[in-house]
């Protein structure tokens, strides 16, 4: 489990989105519906429901597919899961930062975190399919 590197993509992506909890995605003034105010505010994963349960689900589905290195077919499907999940992580958050007052705002550093996740992911879908194509053919060497 431990030697393939699709373990070590898997655990780097799930790290990345627990990280999303608690760093800044972006800070700026937000337009207050309403209201002629703007008030400074930064925004998280944990800012929103959607967000929090998709981040949420998104490192949970990465952990929970490390240790499914015995059954490839269902961690390849678990992580093709935790990839859907994490863009639609990204989507949710393009969609809460326009909320904010347009050029007044900075992105953080959850905001490369949370553009590395999807990355991470692919890299184990392909490690987790180079572990299947090597053991159909030692399967056709026997």
Avoid: C, H
Wanted: net charge positive; charged share 15%; proline share 2%.
């Amino acid at each position: 489990m431990i030697q393939r590197i699709q373990t070590l993509w898997l655990l780097l992506a799930a790290v990345a989105a627990f990280l999303t909890l608690k760093l800044f995605f972006y800070t700026g003034n937000i337009i207050q519906e309403g209201m002629a105010m703007k008030q400074f505010t930064a925004l998280t994963a944990q800012s929103s429901i959607p967000l929090l349960i998709s981040t949420v689900a998104t490192g949970l589905t990465a952990l929970i597919a490390i240790f499914l290195f015995k059954d490839r077919k269902l961690q390849q499907k678990l992580v093709l899961a935790s990839l859907v999940l994490s863009i639609l992580d990204l989507l949710l958050f393009y969609l809460q930062t326009k909320k904010f007052v347009p050029g007044e705002g900075n992105y953080g550093i959850s905001a490369l975190v949370a553009l590395i996740i999807p990355i991470l992911l692919i890299l184990a879908m392909r490690g987790i399919y180079r572990d299947q194509k090597l053991v159909k053919s030692l399967d056709r060497l026997r």
